[in-house]
């Protein structure tokens, strides 16, 4: 089966990509990820407009991040065929959508990355999933695991595996997992926890 996954680049991507490119029945044809730059984190670390609560809470993602997946992507590597691009440029690049082509892929994995566009979703029609961080339909978008604490919903934690469509996470529904919580979690271990588990 080949696989292409399209994604970011924080450390939770990088581990899941790296992780499922260790699996020998799975064969990852190509991964493009979206650079940082444009990314939540970078965008509120380096806003004059953020308050320290909120830079805050980034820095501590990170700092999670790093803890919780360094040993996995130290051990496993990448994809060999990975691209590191802008964010957007899956939609737009003519290039990388003939280098998808000539793949031919039996399977897309969408997992962090920007919205995937109409050109994408109708040329490779019933073979994208998309990975959404979150129980669909009760949060879509982003901080999907973020709201369900502050609303003090915790059975609504977890990941949602979809077809994807040309909503923002309103595909029909494949599969979903909870958050495996444990009594001195915080939300940042909670996230983590969801990924490995999501990705597993």
């Known amino acids: 089966m080949k696989i292409i996954i399209l994604s970011a680049n924080e450390t939770r991507h990088k581990f899941f990509r790296r992780y499922l490119n ?42 999670y991040e790093n803890y919780f997946f360094k040993k996995y992507n130290k051990k496993f590597k990448d994809p060999e065929n990975t691209l590191i691009v802008a964010r957007g440029e899956i939609n737009t690049n003519k290039t990388i959508i003939k280098k998808i082509s000539k793949i031919n892929p039996d399977l897309i994995i969408s997992y962090g990355c920007g919205l995937i566009k109409n050109k994408i979703i109708n040329k490779f029609k019933k073979k994208i999933i998309n990975i959404h961080l979150g129980l669909s339909p009760y949060y879509r978008g982003s901080g999907s695991n973020y709201w369900p604490l502050v609303n003090n919903q915790p059975q609504l934690v977890g990941a949602t595996y979809m077809k994807i469509d040309k909503g923002i996470d309103t595909g029909p529904i494949l599969h979903q997992i909870r958050g495996n919580i444990k009594k001195k979690d915080n939300l940042h271990m909670i996230g983590n926890r969801i990924i490995f588990d999501m990705t597993k």
């Open 22 to 63: 260790n699996q020998k029945k799975f064969n990852i044809s190509m991964a493009i990820c979206e650079n940082n730059y444009s990314r939540q984190y970078y965008k509120v670390i380096n806003s004059k407009n953020s308050s320290p609560l909120q830079k805050k809470h980034f820095i501590e993602r990170k700092r």
